[in-house]
């Protein structure tokens, strides 16, 4: 068997191409799989060299070094050293006030970005803990840890895929990946060859990623891709790096610089000028301490760091996560938000906006059926059924269900039949069943 490619070649495969619109018979040759699965041994020798299957994140450092690198900001440390001044000084009212200030501002924006940082971990959770794999010849159950490029992977409906992968084998197999592209419906995936030239996600029908949904059907997978190495995992450690500094932090330490070059040279002045005029050096230092810690605005940190706050606190209650607070300030300061792709930005459901008939009038009609259809119709509701009733009240109550036709991939429909208990004047004989069809559009 060949060994896998490392992280490092399979990162630089990945940049240089899509790796589903390779030929599957490559795929496997690379990959070194074979219909039997891994050997245990082999997965063994392969996940020592490609790792766990986990999102491995940047060293962290340690929350007291990240409160204390708070401290950097110019303007933090003017307030610092004007306090420490004060307590020289004797000033110890202006101590105890300067430095609450300072401890509460900085202490408020570090709790915020790490309640931010908290709930961006959850991205960690989409991940299955347990997969069945064929390993040996056989089926069995490991950890999705444990999955290494070459494993061969049993997946059915209700699974969550554990890596990325080609598809072998599949039966009826559709897959919710709206948690990479925002769409709502579930796609479709089959063996194969997506067309040259393709290389949007979306559209790679003969692939499957880590964190998607198998919404129903069944399939065997080749992981290809591993932990970070995955989409998911790019997004992940893309969210994890540190980022680089935004104009309005850029901007607030350049006004904290300006700060301290203005009150540090003010107190050389003032000195000077007092020096020239033979005054008491002590008295002309304690003058321009006074004068400095005067200029100095002791609660500009505070009102920064509430106001931004309560920026975070309005966005999370429209359910926006704001990881960094300075990044606030970025979003206000836009008039135009141009991006490349809508469904990433929405909630991943639809809402109904219109039911029309066949000549496009409005018509309450149209509604009925089709929302006694989504009332009515057993087994799994599609997001199309959820709008439907959630879109408006129908009384269903002189309804009956007689039967139904479910869903099936030959007619991708599924049918009901319904009586309201409306006597037809034939003598008595006879009962009107209302039947109707409604198409599925995820399916058909």
Not at 53 to 67: A, H
Not at 271 to 294: D, I, K, M, T, Y
Not at 317 to 326: D, E, H, P, Y
């Amino acid at each position: 068997m060949h060994a896998p490619r490392s992280r490092r070649q399979e990162t630089s495969a990945a940049a240089e191409g899509s790796w589903w619109r390779e030929p599957l018979s490559e795929c496997q040759a690379d990959l070194g799989a074979g219909s039997d699965g891994l050997s245990s041994k082999e997965a063994r020798h392969r996940l020592r060299i490609s790792g766990p299957n986990t999102f491995q994140d940047s060293p962290k450092r340690s929350l007291l070094v990240q409160f204390l690198t708070r401290f950097k900001n110019p303007l933090v440390i003017v307030l610092l050293v004007a306090s420490t001044i004060s307590l020289l000084t004797q000033e110890i009212a202006s101590f105890a006030i300067i430095n609450i200030i300072v401890i509460l501002s900085v202490t408020l924006d570090f709790i915020q970005e790490y309640r931010a940082e908290r709930a961006a971990e959850h991205l960690r959770e989409m991940v299955a803990v347990h997969v069945t794999v064929m390993r040996d010849g056989y089926t069995r159950t490991v950890t999705v840890k444990n999955l290494v490029p070459g494993d061969l992977v049993l997946l059915a409906a209700g699974n969550l895929v554990p890596a990325d992968g080609r598809v072998i084998e599949a039966r009826d197999l559709f897959v919710n990946q709206s948690i990479l592209t925002g769409e709502p419906y579930p796609v479709e995936k089959h063996p194969g060859e997506v067309p040259p030239g393709e290389a949007d996600l979306q559209n790679a029908r003969n692939a499957l990623f880590m964190g998607t949904a198998v919404t129903s059907g069944t399939a065997k997978m080749l992981v290809c891709r591993t932990g970070n190495n995955t989409a998911i995992g790019q997004i992940a450690e893309y969210v994890g790096r540190q980022k680089a500094p935004t104009a309005f932090e850029q901007g607030t330490r350049r006004f904290g610089l300006m700060i301290m070059r203005l009150t540090f040279f003010l107190v050389l002045f003032v000195l000077l000028v007092n020096a020239l005029f033979h005054r008491p050096l002590l008295e002309s230092f304690l003058f321009a301490v006074a004068l400095a810690v005067g200029l100095t605005p002791e609660l500009l940190p505070m009102v920064v760091t509430v106001t931004l706050s309560r920026g975070a606190i309005r966005m999370a209650r429209k359910k926006v996560i704001v990881k960094r607070l300075a990044s606030i300030q970025n979003l206000g300061s836009m008039d135009i938000l141009c991006t490349d792709k809508t469904g990433t930005l929405t909630e991943a459901r639809i809402r109904l906006a219109q039911h029309l008939d066949a000549e496009g009038h409005d018509s309450g009609r149209v509604l009925q059926l089709a929302y006694l259809n989504s009332h009515f119709a057993s087994g799994l509701r599609n997001p199309l059924d959820t709008a439907i009733l959630e879109h408006q009240q129908i009384d269903v109550t002189a309804w009956k269900k007689i039967d139904e036709i479910p869903f099936d991939f030959e007619r991708r429909r599924v049918s009901v039949l319904l009586d309201d208990g409306w006597q037809q004047n034939t003598g008595g004989q006879g009962r009107s069943g209302r039947y109707f069809t409604v198409i599925d559009p995820l399916r058909g």
